[in-house]
């Protein structure tokens, strides 16, 4: 059960607090004592992750990521302190299959981005636990230098819940991390399908990774995902393969003539790099540099940030309207007989619809 939970936890914490991935299941639900909220000190907590204390700011996550619902109050009173510090940072999804080199990439890209003169925080989203069971994100033994290092802040994915609930944190310990000063934010997650269109969706640069396999290289690509991305890398281009990486380059270059770009204004491309010997590194981190003065003097980098908060908003509400529809003491207690009746044919599915609303 250790295991289960964070580095620091307030005395006296249940497990309604995890952040290293685990087999997935139900959140649990352990009752709150008294004595665990009153250890919250939200002064403390809101100076400490705006002096970039890395100590309160892993408290901080800790607290947005609690499912607890004593907790929830608390998250959103510091988020509301923060969230005028947030904003300047530049956000950047990665995502690519299990073994394809996302760790070792954050590893290099991290200490090159630090050279340079940034902060860099490492999240990641693992919603299927269960799926990807063993290819832990935001693996610090990967990314040892960059974990180690005083101008980094890495944070394993929080585990157990749906992938709705994961974001919403992640886009929560964003906030956080903003406010504490990071400049560039890395979101690692593994490509399973809707978690890639998730992180899309809260990312301002989108980087897919791929490798070079046998044979026809668009075989193993989805063009749904492609078209998710601003960046496809093909890593692992070093020894005798930095061959089949450049034409395996070239290749998704042709095909991206013929698919729908992820952003407005900016041309998806493919390029190499080598996260073992750091080749290529510096080229995508200029090719990112061009997409924010593109979409930024455009206005699309803006817009899009506006266009995922007011989709998360809605998305939230939408969520909560339902909970509380089907939370109704009333709806619960006739829900049961009317789905009787439909299943009957005694009454038509919209009549039913409409006298439930009526009674919500
Ligand atoms: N030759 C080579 N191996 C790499 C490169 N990047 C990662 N690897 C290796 O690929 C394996 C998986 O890397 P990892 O970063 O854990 O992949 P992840 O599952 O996508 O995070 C490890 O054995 C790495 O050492 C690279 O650029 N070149
Ligand atoms: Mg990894």
Not at 313 to 327: I, P, T
Not at 337 to 360: C, N
Request: aromatic share 6%.
């Amino acid at each position: 059960m250790d295991k289960r939970k964070p580095e620091w936890t307030p005395q006296g914490a249940g497990a309604e607090f995890a952040s290293s991935v685990v087999p997935g299941g139900e959140p649990a639900s352990v009752p709150t004592s008294k004595r665990s909220v009153k250890n919250w000190d939200m002064d403390a907590l809101e100076s400490g992750v705006k002096a970039g204390n890395r100590t309160m700011l892993s408290r901080a996550i800790t607290l947005v990521e609690s499912n607890s619902a004593k907790h929830f109050e608390l998250a959103q009173e510091l988020l509301t302190r923060l969230l005028p510090c947030s904003g300047a940072s530049l956000r950047i999804g990665i995502t690519g299959v299990p073994g394809v080199g996302k760790s070792s990439f954050i590893e290099r890209f991290g200490l090159f981005l630090i050279a340079q003169g940034n902060k860099v925080a490492v999240l990641a989203i693992d919603p299927s636990s269960s799926i990807s069971r063993g290819s832990i994100l935001g693996d610090k033994t990967r990314m040892e230098l960059l974990s180690r290092n005083e101008m980094s802040f890495i944070r394993p994915s929080p585990s157990s819940g749906v992938l709705g609930g994961v974001a919403r944190k992640t886009r929560e310990s964003i906030v956080l991390c903003e406010a504490a000063g990071y400049d560039v934010i890395l979101i690692e997650t593994v490509g399973v399908g809707q978690s890639e269109i998730t992180v899309r969706s809260l990312v301002d640069f989108f980087l897919l990774m791929q490798i070079t396999g046998a044979g026809d290289e668009l075989q193993g690509i989805k063009k749904g995902i492609m078209e998710l991305a601003d960046l496809i890398v093909v890593n692992k281009a070093d020894g005798d393969n930095i061959n089949r990486a450049k034409i395996a380059a070239r290749e998704y270059n042709n095909a991206l003539h013929y698919i729908r770009h992820a952003t407005k204004g900016w041309d998806t491309r493919a390029q190499t790099c080598s996260s073992q010997t750091g080749a290529g590194i510096e080229d995508i981190w200029a090719t990112i540099e061009a997409f924010c003065a593109k979409t930024r003097e455009t206005g699309e980098f803006q817009d899009r940030r506006l266009r995922q908060t007011s989709a998360w908003f809605e998305d939230l509400l939408a969520e909560a309207v339902l909970g509380k529809f089907f939370n109704d003491p009333s709806i619960k207690k006739k829900l049961p007989e009317i789905r009787k009746q439909i299943a009957q044919g005694e009454m038509p599915v919209a009549r039913a619809v409409s006298t439930l609303l009526g009674d919500a």
